[in-house]
């Protein structure tokens, strides 16, 4: 089982800037992780994609928030992180964190799991 924790989260006026993060974590280790992205879900919204990177670097992105927000990774310590600039009142949402294809080990069936979500409120 693998466990996703989220941080950096808050409330900021618009134009201003937040950074989250996201650790993976298993009782033993974790083998690999396919993907490793951040979706939200505002109020009465269904939750979207904003944006994804996978173990090779590759990116996507929502186009709401291309050129503002952006995605990295830290492959060795299973960490995700999001840089969100120039945020907007329509970025408001609950933000969750998610791992697509992990596996404990090699033999270990690709799973998805889901953070917790972190709140994000962007006021005008």
């Known amino acids: 089982q693998v466990q996703l924790a989220e941080s950096g989260g808050g409330l900021v006026q618009a134009g201003g800037s937040l950074r989250l993060s996201c650790a993976a974590s298993?009782?033993?280790?974790?083998?690999?992780?396919?993907?490793m992205g951040w979706y939200r879900q505002a109020p009465g919204k269904q939750r979207e994609l904003v944006a994804v990177?996978?173990?090779?670097?590759?990116?996507n992105y929502a186009d709401s928030v291309k050129g503002r927000f952006t995605i990295s990774r830290d492959n060795a310590k299973n960490t995700v992180y999001l840089q969100m600039n120039s945020l907007k009142p329509e970025d408001t949402a609950v933000y969750y964190c998610?791992?697509?294809?992990?596996?404990?080990?090699?033999?270990?069936?690709?799973?998805?799991?889901w953070g917790q979500g972190t709140q994000v409120t962007v006021s005008s």
């Open positions: 998610a791992a697509e294809g992990a596996r404990e080990s090699r033999w270990s069936y690709p799973r998805d799991y």
């Open positions: 298993a009782s033993g280790s974790i083998f690999s992780i396919n993907a």
């Open positions: 990177i996978t173990s090779g670097g590759s990116t």
